[in-house]
């Protein structure tokens, strides 16, 4: 219950900050919709009592007061819907709002990677769009809440035992909440099949993928799959759901008792003449609207409920992604690298996981140079990567930047200083120079600064595809959108990725894959040569990453990464003269390569 009363109280202060006369007016609506039905209760039992007395004249005043009470209580749900559905929209752009930073504002990427954490986001994005029933169940509840208790004193009036009418609520109360417990822990067990069944859709039913699905014949197997998991997963749901019914019919059969007992008990009084016959319209009247008024709280309730639930689910995520916040933290990341980067003794494991990816890592990548790492898939290359970036910390062991631990960096400030081009790469539908400029952001509308980045990449032959040059819509989300190739939409990757002319580190972690090894090979003596001008000045530190042993030998260093430790390093010159695994696999893919 405290969670509810927490949740309710999060959700009134999200609306008082979003729009605070539309609160104060649904507030408004809340209280005259809470006295309008009891108040027409009486009314209906006073025009009974004034036509049985005979007396026209207060029977016809009753009436009026009865009629427009009746308008005020079938046409208020209008008003109010209109202003809590507005109110609402608020609340829940907020709550996307938060849901995007949980997913992005975190420093690590691991609530991505983590299937627990992975699950959670899936079951708060699905509940994103329920979310607005909170707010809405948050003024109905305490508009049923006033209107209970204005019944209950009316009650009360009529015999003392009729205010045990009111606690016949709590059991199908109670056993409301115990249901949508139910539901909830179901939603918690069914979130992986239904994430996973959601991903086959959409590999099934996405472009990109199209191809291999068809090639492969993939087709039948991934609705096969897909079917079976989603029967799992709502067969879960589906007998939690068939359960939390027959709990809240069992809850409600308890209340429908007291309501007979209590008619039937003012009725006896009006027989002995205790009560007028008003009085027993009165009670009947207000017995059919605590009827009405339990069945619509244990809706409400529920979906207060589930509103709480979620607001806990984003707070339990919140505290899981939460990474030591180094944004106070005294240092900021040099102008320019003086020593370079180091890892010392760095060892890590992927959260949730037993396997150790990295171990022993010790490894200097000296200011101004150009570093390559290969390794065969799965070697750990893209991990040392991560930890580069910040996306995990090591579990043992520093990565030290110029002598000051990573840890001990702002890390945006960090991120602010790099640049990246990844192996999946993201496709932005944007226009051709947005899809470029977002590499700098501050830079994002200057056409000259995106263009001479496609020019450092060699990507700019990209544009003359496009009819508009820059100012192309890319993607097939639009109808005017040009499609690009595969090796065109790394291109503008690469270009991306050297938005920023000065990072102290620019990593390039395969983002050449759709090339061949020769044009790989090229791309990278290119990069090469500009970043050692570039570090002359910045002393930046160039990260190539391949599993292409043949295209990385222009590199100041080499480093051969083989079940997660340093195998090999050092120039090309020195690892072939070394005759170890690099000579070998280079001599080997060097001849598969010609
Ligand atoms: N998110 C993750 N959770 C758990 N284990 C992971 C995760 N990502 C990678 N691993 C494991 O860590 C090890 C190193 O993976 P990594 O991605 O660093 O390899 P890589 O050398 O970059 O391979 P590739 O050349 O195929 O990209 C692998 O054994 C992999 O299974």
Redesign the pocket.
């Known amino acids: 219950m405290i969670h509810v009363l927490v949740g309710c109280r999060q959700l009134l202060a999200t609306a008082w900050r979003m729009d605070r006369i539309r609160t104060i007016g649904s507030i408004v609506l809340m209280v005259c919709g809470a006295l309008a039905a009891p108040l027409l209760a009486v009314g209906l039992g006073a025009m009974t009592d004034a036509v049985v007395a005979g007396d026209w004249r207060a029977g016809a005043w009753y009436g009026v007061l009865v009629a427009v009470l009746a308008i005020v209580t079938l046409t208020f749900s209008h008003f109010a819907h209109v202003l809590y559905f507005e109110l609402s929209e608020l609340a829940e752009i907020d709550f996307d709002r938060k849901l995007i930073e949980l997913s992005n504002g975190a420093v690590g990427i691991a609530h991505h ?1 983590q299937a627990d954490q992975a699950d959670s986001l899936t079951v708060l994005q699905r509940e994103s769009r329920r979310f607005r029933t909170g707010l809405e169940a948050l003024f109905g509840g305490v508009s049923l809440l006033l209107a209970m208790v204005v019944t209950a004193v009316l009650l009360a009036r009529l015999h003392p035992l009729l205010l045990l009418l009111p606690l016949a609520a709590i059991p199908p109360l109670y056993t409301g909440r115990l249901a949508e417990r139910r539901l909830d822990a179901a939603k918690t067990a069914t979130a992986e099949p239904i994430r996973l069944s959601l991903n086959l859709f959409n590999l099934a039913t996405s472009s990109r993928h199209a191809g291999e699905v068809r090639v492969f014949r993939l087709e039948e197997q991934l609705r096969r799959r897909r079917t079976e998991l989603w029967a799992r997963g709502t067969a879960g749901l589906h007998r939690a759901q068939t359960a939390a019914a027959a709990t809240q019919v069992a809850g409600q059969l308890v209340f429908a008792a007291a309501y007979v007992g209590g008619v039937l008990l003012i009725l006896r009084d009006a027989t002995t003449g205790r009560h007028s016959v008003g009085a027993v319209v009165l009670a009947v009247a207000l017995a059919a609207q605590v009827n009405q008024q339990v069945t619509t709280a244990v809706a409400l309730m529920q979906d207060l409920l589930r509103m709480a639930s979620t607001y806990r689910r984003m707070e339990r995520l919140g505290t899981a992604v939460a990474v030591p916040d180094t944004s106070s933290a005294g240092q900021v990341p040099p102008d320019r690298l003086r020593a370079g980067i180091v890892f010392d003794g760095v060892e890590f494991r ?1 959260p949730a ?1 037993d ?1 150790v ?1 990295l171990r022993d890592v010790d490894l200097a990548l000296p200011a101004g140079s150009v570093v390559a790492i290969v ?1 065969e ?7 040392l990567v991560k930890l580069l970036c910040g996306f995990y910390q090591p579990t043992r062991g520093r990565v030290l930047v110029d002598g000051v631990d990573l840890r001990e960096l702002p890390i945006e400030a960090w991120r602010q200083r790099i640049s990246a081009g990844f ?1 999946d790469f993201v496709r932005y539908e944007l226009l051709a120079r947005q899809a470029v400029g977002v590499g700098n952001l501050a830079q994002i509308d200057d056409a000259a600064a995106v263009q001479a980045a496609l020019d450092r990449a060699r990507s700019s032959d990209v544009l003359t595809h496009l009819a508009e040059g820059l100012e192309t819509q890319l993607g097939k989300s639009y109808a005017d959108g040009a499609e690009l190739s595969g090796g065109q939409w790394q291109k503008l990757a690469l270009g991306r990725a050297l938005m920023r002319e000065t990072p102290l580190l620019l990593v390039l972690d ?1 983002p050449t894959s759709a090339l061949d090894p020769e044009a790989e090979h090229g791309l990278f003596e290119r990069y090469a040569e500009q970043s050692r001008r570039v570090a002359a000045t910045t002393g930046a530190i160039t990260l190539l990453v391949s ?1 292409r042993f043949s295209t990385v030998r222009m590199a100041d260093q080499i480093i051969v ?1 083989r079940d ?1 430790q340093i195998a090999e390093m050092g120039s090309h010159a020195e690892l072939v003269r070394a005759d170890g695994q690099y000579a070998e696999l280079y001599a080997l893919q060097a001849r598969v390569y010609q």
């Open positions: 990677e992927y996981t396997a990816a390794g898939n799965g070697a750990g290359k893209t991990t192996q395969e599993h990464v997660g």
